[in-house]
């Protein structure tokens, strides 16, 4: 077995997350993701207690490990104790690590992920807040959003919430400090430099792929590429 694989099988997502697949196809009828995309969790089982070198790059390079919501209705099924989830999160670190994700369209767009969900995590502390929903990026939201974010503070200050204040309470603003710690534990942990990883190698194939990056996300080219482009053959 190759050592770019090696580490896959001494991944702890790995070592928790297959036991033996006795091939009954339970997690495959409950996840949501097998119901509308060619996916299909028993076979991610199979092709690593395969050791299979080629099958399994055959997953790193494809657009299939991506499909998983990480829902985990798998785990909660499983009559061995298996968790696809987690293999699909192991495979997707993988892919990652050795650059094998620009070589699908789903693992591209994981560099949009990066350029909104990474940046605002280490921005403002927040995956999601109200400030950062911009409707010109969501349209899907309709004109009700468009309202909400025009009148935010208003609606928060009826709900109970603590928008952009000092103190305790829902869409709080995040202290300096724990920013700071924030930026610590992405570095300490690696998470930081595995970020700016992803983020070169995608900017690496922008260029190939004649594309312009830019750091604000609503002047570049290759983030709304991405962003706004599907596979229509993804579905099963």
């Not at 990474?118 to 959003?145: A, F």
């Not at 300096?176 to 190698?201: P, S, Y």
């Not at 922008?206 to 706004?228: P, Q, R, V």
Request: proline share 4%.
């Amino acid at each position: 077995m190759s050592q770019k694989y090696d580490k896959l099988y001494r991944d702890v997502r790995y070592i928790e997350g297959l036991n033996a697949c006795m091939n009954c196809g339970v997690c495959t009828a409950i996840c949501p993701a097998a119901e509308f995309y060619d996916y299909d969790p028993r076979v991610i089982c199979n092709t690593l207690l395969s050791r299979d070198d080629q099958k399994i790059e055959n997953l790193l390079v494809s657009d299939t490990i991506w499909y998983c919501g990480q829902c985990l209705s798998c785990k909660t099924r499983c009559p061995r104790g298996n968790v696809p989830a987690l293999l699909i999160s192991a495979l997707r670190h993988l892919s990652q690590e050795t650059g094998l994700f620009i070589h699908s369209m789903k693992g591209r767009q994981q560099y949009a992920i990066m350029k909104t969900i990474g940046k605002n995590i280490l921005s403002t502390g927040y995956c999601v807040h109200p400030d950062l929903v911009d409707p010109q990026l969501h349209p899907e939201q309709g004109p009700v959003w468009k309202w909400y974010r025009e009148n935010t503070e208003e609606v928060s200050d009826k709900l109970g919430a603590n928008y952009n204040k000092e103190g305790a309470g829902a869409l709080r603003k995040i202290p300096k400090k724990n920013l700071d710690e924030i930026h610590e534990i992405f570095k300490v942990t690696g998470g930081d430099a595995f970020r700016k990883k992803v983020e070169k190698i995608s900017e690496e194939k922008a260029k190939e792929l004649g594309f312009h990056c830019e750091d604000e996300i609503m002047n570049s080219e290759y983030f709304f590429h991405l962003y706004t482009s599907n596979n229509e053959t993804d579905h099963s």
